[in-house]
């Protein structure tokens, strides 16, 4: 009874998304994707070598899989990787990946997790964070083909969901290994019988130690010679930019505003917004002297331009979660970001370090704005977000000996 229900809502969601394709283009690029996949399947190479399937949800869990890609294929350039995404926006920007073959996860229905595992032949299956299926963890437990789960995070009286159903105690159990970001809790869910835990830390601080130098080198020569903006303001949704535009508006500050919507439409909302001068990134025009407010209107360069501010607010903290708060503290910034931030260890070790601070409204945006707004006081604070980064990197390390460990140990 359990499956059939789990596969009934496997194929409402499926028939959810056919339904929307006909306006979501997502939605049309999720079915376009998958189309055929069994063919597409059938232009991996034949297997000669150890093959590593890792799974990741988008393009924040690609991120936490990336280090730990990249970590195995410098100590072993042999190591066939398999990368498959359930998002189109992660797929689309990572298709061409140099160190995997990129495909779409086939949905979870009856008989495409086996057919899945007997094509591609994995010699070990990673999952990333929280996208999880039971019927690709069922055949994987079926072949013998053991499977990981790192950058997890969890704690008691919280759900652990994935995208389809809520994860049960048995299904965290079928996993070889567990690596959780954060010790916290370990002996609390040992008591609950789960002894395949141990604590690795967040891939993601290892990849965003690596992206301050590619982000510095990446600065266009023009951003570089511009006066330092007072808030580089990342990933942000309208009630982030409501708030943002008021303090800087009555503060005078110089902004950079990079929405989580690029779309058209929200960026000609945004314009109708701002009163003040405002220049759109991709209409700036050298020589010319841009306005104390840049609108970015593209993505991919949210992480470079993070280190030509003096404060960093980290948008989504008004929603369902906050975004990236990692790569402005790899820039040495100080963080801002609304108060739906307690799913997320690294903005919880930010703030007890002294190094980033949640508002609720614009009255304490603007308090915490004019306190950082002193040099020796940013300055600290962003020192403070940069060591803690130092103190919690090599995650990517750990779970990349483990892997290899389990792999020769296989051989």
């Keep these: 009874m359990r499956w059939f229900l789990y596969y009934l809502s496997m194929y409402l969601m499926t028939a959810g998304i056919f339904l929307s394709s006909i306006w979501n283009i997502k939605s049309k690029q999720w079915i376009r994707g998958r189309h055929r996949w069994l063919k597409k399947i059938n232009t991996l190479p034949r297997k000669k070598q150890t093959r590593i399937w890792f799974h990741v949800a988008s393009l924040g869990e690609f991120e936490q899989a990336r280090p730990v890609i990249e970590w195995l294929k410098k100590e072993d350039a042999s190591l066939d990787i398999i990368l498959t995404f359930f998002s189109p926006s992660g797929y689309n920007q990572k298709a061409d990946y140099p160190l995997a073959h990129v495909f779409y996860l086939p949905a979870d229905l009856p008989g495409n997790a ?103 080198s990446r600065l266009p020569s023009w951003l570089k010679d511009l006066p330092v903006f007072d808030i580089v303001a990342g990933s942000t949704w309208p009630k982030d930019e409501k708030m943002l535009l008021e303090v800087s508006e009555n503060l005078g500050l110089r902004i950079i505003l990079a929405p989580h919507n690029v779309s058209l439409d929200n960026i000609r909302r945004l314009r109708k917004q701002i009163s003040r001068p405002v220049t759109v990134l991709s209409e700036y025009k050298e020589p010319d002297n841009p306005s104390d407010i840049l609108l970015v209107d593209s993505i991919g360069m949210l992480n470079v331009l993070y280190s030509i501010g003096r404060i960093a607010y980290v948008g989504g903290g008004f929603g369902s979660g906050i975004h990236n708060t990692l790569e402005p503290a790899a820039h040495h910034k100080p963080v801002i970001f609304g108060p739906a931030f307690t799913d997320f260890p690294e903005a919880i070790g930010l703030q007890e370090e002294n190094a980033a601070w949640s508002v609720s409204n614009t009255e304490t945006l603007t308090t915490v704005i004019q306190n950082l707004l002193t040099s020796d006081t940013y300055q600290d604070a962003g020192d403070r977000a940069f060591n803690y980064l130092v103190a919690h990197r090599g995650a990517s390390e750990k779970i990349g000996r483990y892997i290899m460990m389990k792999i020769r140990n296989k051989q």
Excluded at 132 to 138: A, I, K, N
């Design 114 to 216: 086996e057919k899945w595992i007997s094509m591609v032949e994995p010699d070990m299956a990673v999952f990333v964070k929280y996208d999880l299926w039971p019927g690709y963890l069922r055949a994987l437990q079926k072949s013998g083909t053991p499977s990981l789960l790192i950058s997890a995070y969890w704690v008691p009286g919280k759900r652990f969901h994935s995208s389809t159903m809520p994860l049960t105690r048995s299904l965290l159990l079928q996993f070889d290994q567990i690596f959780l970001q954060k010790g916290d809790h370990v002996r609390y869910f040992r008591e609950k019988g789960f002894h395949n835990l141990q604590v690795a830390g967040d891939t993601r601080i290892d990849r965003s130690l690596q992206l301050e130098g590619e982000a510095i």
